[in-house]
């Protein structure tokens, strides 16, 4: 592997101050970084271990939402009951990363900042609504995070900036969450399709009072299908419902053609998926 | 060239400072420095498992960590496995049930059922083959493993109730 140095500040400031520079990279998990610094994709002088800063290690839920910090690994939040209880896409998400190694290092803040057109929790995060909490040089700003990913590998991060944590609404005792993906194995592996819906029902759990579905690896960079979520805002809750609005996503994906997935077969897949993720979404809401 | 550092980390249970590079990982300061080749090198991006040890108590593929990031960490790995009086209850399971051939995966797999049954003394054969998917083995076709992880369950079982007992 190519020479670099390597820090550990144990403060935000200190972090910023390092990242502040030319050719530096924050290592979090290190599941994508270190393979992509010794296959010579990345090349960096400076390797910043962000995991011994406070603020990027919490992990709290209360009233006001939930407050995830960037490095927290998949398998931390895997063991937290609240996750699965009221942020259930959450837990799925980090379930499916990876083998448990990979989900023992990695974590949602570096799945989200590395950017991929195919991370499992981006979509999962845009149905929560999560906002990225994000520090710099020139103190510190919010994203929604439908706005982080700006194309494949690519993000609003300026250089020295580094994202804290992700924020969450407070989750309605009506609402519940889902991320299901297609891929061609059982396990460890790239989704063709990742989707993640969140619900919020009226009280007879009957109709959809609010809808969010995020939509990962098929297009450029994972987005918030907004034109399904409103299709979804009063229509009661059944098959016919979740069906159109698997047709209506169909209309607005663009994925890529390849050997894991033709464009014919990532469309179809879309609509499918998006009618079963809504389906299971509702049922958990009607379970509890 | 980047200095050289010192890092302070417990190995099966003793002490151990080695001197090592910020781009050496896990897996060479192991094999290449501590000569504690046990763990073996497969794929070197993560994918395979075969470089599986603990870390902290959790399964990580040593490839992927960089020896740095490992001060004041506990480490795990095959050669702390054995009992004083002989094999684990998991190396035994392996060697009766055939679960292995070439053996270049088995220390990885040692390393995960070692874990698996820590959180899960008495896992299904579903809860085996979710947990262990991050490791590869291209001989077995998996059974004979999985069949091997059952059958420590039960003997780590007999042997906690043996030892209730007495």
Known sequence: ?288 | MAKQRVVSTTINGESKSFLCEPRQTLLEVLRDSLDMTGTKEGCSNGNCGACTVLLDGNPVTSCLVLAVECEGSEIETIEGIADQDGLSPIQSAFLENAALQCGICTPGFIMSSKALLRDNPNPTEEEIRFYLAGNLCRCTGYDKIIDAVQDAAQRQSTSCQTTEAS
Request: hydrophobic share 40%; net charge negative; glycine share 8%.
């Open chain 1, 1 to 288: 592997m190519r020479d670099f140095e390597y820090e550990a500040p144990q403060s935000l400031n200190g972090a910023i101050q390092l990242l502040n520079q030319e050719r530096v990279k924050p290592l979090a998990g290190g599941t994508d970084l270190i393979d992509h610094i010794r296959i010579g994709r990345v090349d960096t002088d400076l390797v910043v271990d962000i995991k011994k800063i406070p603020e990027l290690n919490v992990l709290e839920v209360n009233p006001n939402g939930m407050r995830l910090g960037a490095a927290v690994p998949c398998r931390r939040i895997i063991q937290t009951s609240e996750v699965k209880e009221l942020y259930p896409a959450i837990h799925d998400v980090c379930s499916i990363i990876g083998g448990i190694q990979i989900q023992s290092r990695a974590s949602v803040g570096g799945n989200l900042c590395t950017s991929g057109a195919a991370a499992d929790s981006t979509p999962a995060l845009i149905a929560l609504g999560a906002v990225c909490i994000i520090n710099g040089p020139d103190g510190e700003r919010e994203v929604p995070v439908e706005e982080f990913c700006t194309g494949p590998g690519a993000n609003v991060l300026k250089q020295g900036e580094l994202l804290v944590e992700l924020r969450f609404p407070p989750a309605d005792p009506n609402s519940s969450s889902h991320y299901r993906r297609f891929i061609p194995r059982y396990e460890m592996d790239i989704a063709v399709v990742g989707v993640g819906t969140a619900l919020t029902l009226d009280e007879s759990h009957s109709v959809i009072k609010a809808a969010r579905v995020g939509l990962g690896a098929v297009a450029p960079k994972p987005f918030l299908a907004s034109k399904v979520s409103e299709f979804l805002i009063d229509q009661p809750v059944n098959e016919e419902t979740f069906t159109e609005a698997g047709n209506i996503a169909r209309t607005l994906v663009a994925p890529i053609d390849d050997h894991r997935g033709t464009v014919e077969f990532r469309t179809h897949v879309t609509g499918v998926l998006v009618q079963r993720v809504l389906a299971e979404t509702a049922q958990r809401i009607q379970q509890s």
